[in-house]
């Protein structure tokens, strides 16, 4: 049972690519969230999901969008990275919204 | 919509020294409280939650949290901390119901260093 995956690990990208971030999860679970850590600014939501289907923006969607088509994957992507981007990205899932989040090994990606 | 402040960005204390973290939040509803623990190089994990009932709640390693409703505070405590103890800490807020109920509100998190 491997919870939340994300892949890759770490990533370096240049100004104006464009990449995309996978999050799975094995545990059935309907809510799933990207987060944005930055030093001294904790964890902020980017985009979240309710179920297969169903995307809505978090608390700093700007710069990315997010697919929910299977319901154990949520990708994150980024259409024309930015040095502001630049930032350690957690995926997140729970089976309801009060229930405890899960989240995976977080994603390290720079951009130049 | 809800907030959380977390008093103390960077603790430092010597092993065995008793630790209170400080989190109060911003919401006049009826809310969801956690902590997590961020180990060095680690994913958030679940230190402890509350939901309802008993205000003082218990949680893994040791660990405790007493939820002040008339104060919008949820203290972390630990009477006796060890070296392995040495992480960063969030707080996180989320309605019970209501709008923004599907998401966690983070504090910006306080780093403690324990000292052997």
């Known amino acids: 049972n491997a919870g939340v995956t994300q892949t890759p690990k770490f990533r370096v990208l240049k100004t104006g690519q464009s990449m995309t971030l996978l999050c799975a999860q094995d545990?059935?679970?309907?809510?799933m969230y990207w987060y944005r850590q930055d030093p001294g600014m904790g964890l902020r939501l980017i985009h979240y999901?309710?179920?297969?289907?169903?995307?809505a923006k978090g608390e700093v969607p700007d710069g990315y969008n997010v697919s929910r088509l299977k319901k154990q994957n949520f990708l994150l992507g980024l259409e024309s990275a930015a040095p502001s981007q630049t930032s350690v990205y957690f995926c997140a899932s729970a089976q309801v919204p009060n229930q405890p989040q899960h989240f995976g090994d977080g994603t390290r990606l720079s951009i130049l | 919509a809800q907030s959380v402040s977390q008093h103390n960005h960077h603790v430092i204390l010597s092993e065995a020294a008793s630790l209170e973290l400080g989190c109060n939040y911003s919401?006049?509803?009826?809310?969801?409280l956690f902590w997590y623990v961020q180990y060095p190089g680690q994913h958030l994990q679940l230190l402890l939650k509350y939901f309802s009932g008993d205000p003082l709640v218990k949680g893994i390693k040791g660990f405790e949290a007493e939820f002040i409703k008339s104060k919008f505070s949820f203290n972390l405590r630990k009477p006796s901390v060890q070296w392995s103890d040495t992480a960063e800490y969030f707080c996180?807020?989320?309605?019970?119901?209501?709008?923004?109920?599907?998401?966690?509100?983070f504090g910006k998190g306080t780093k403690l260093s324990v000292i052997p």
């Open positions: 545990m059935n679970h309907e809510y």
């Open positions: 996180a807020v989320k309605p019970y119901s209501g709008a923004g109920s599907y998401q966690l509100t």
């Open positions: 999901s309710v179920g297969e289907g169903t995307t």
């Open positions: 919401y006049g509803g009826t809310v969801n």
